[in-house]
């Protein structure tokens, strides 16, 4: 008979292991660091992972496939780039409110060459991205010149760079503003336009 999963667990589990990766680099985020803080026990996280590569590989995996949904959630209902450039900056600053180590975790772990997407996440970012640049290319809101992985880079990245300098408090000690928010529209607009 199989083993009821737990969900409130696997929970604790996802949300003790961004936390400590943030917080203690991958290379001090253990196992049995996760498990503590998860406060669940350390087989039972080893019930669904075999190590702490799989678990941290699965989040950034599902953390970007949260991008890649609302992505193509705004592609269904908005007719021009400009309003995605709002509403995907907006959601990024949404998340860095009530959730800063996310976009924390999802910003480093983005970095690091030990972990990658699977092919079908980034499938879905490169038929998104198209799809941007098609309609942004259409209405000259983004220039020729651009391939669809810029338009990734520019849309996705720049404001998850702006607001991770900002959580490490890299210029000055202060929380993100609606300023802030309209900044990053007019800096990812302006570039898109070439």
Do not use: C, W
């Amino acid at each position: 008979m199989a083993r009821a999963i737990d969900e409130n667990k696997l929970t604790r589990i996802y949300e003790a292991a961004i936390y400590q990766v943030v917080e203690e680099g991958y290379g001090g985020a253990s196992i049995s660091s996760i498990a503590r803080k998860a406060d669940v026990a350390v087989g039972y996280l080893y019930r669904f992972y075999p190590g702490k590569h799989d678990l941290i590989n699965h989040l950034l995996d599902n953390s970007i496939n949260e991008i890649v949904t609302e992505l193509e959630l705004m592609l269904e209902r908005v007719i021009s780039v400009n309003e995605i450039v709002v509403l995907l900056v907006d959601y990024f600053f949404n998340m860095a409110q009530h959730r800063p180590h996310h976009v924390k975790f999802i910003y480093q772990m983005l970095s690091q060459s030990r972990f990658s997407l699977s092919e079908e996440r980034r499938s879905n970012i490169r038929d998104l991205s198209r799809r941007v640049l098609q309609l942004g290319q259409d209405s000259r809101a983004i220039g020729p010149r651009y391939s669809y992985d810029e338009v990734f880079i520019l849309m996705v990245m720049v404001p998850m760079e702006y607001i991770n300098l900002n959580l490490k408090s890299f210029f000055d000690d202060r929380p993100l503003t609606e300023r802030d928010s309209a900044r990053v529209i007019e800096i990812v607009s302006v570039a898109l336009r070439g």
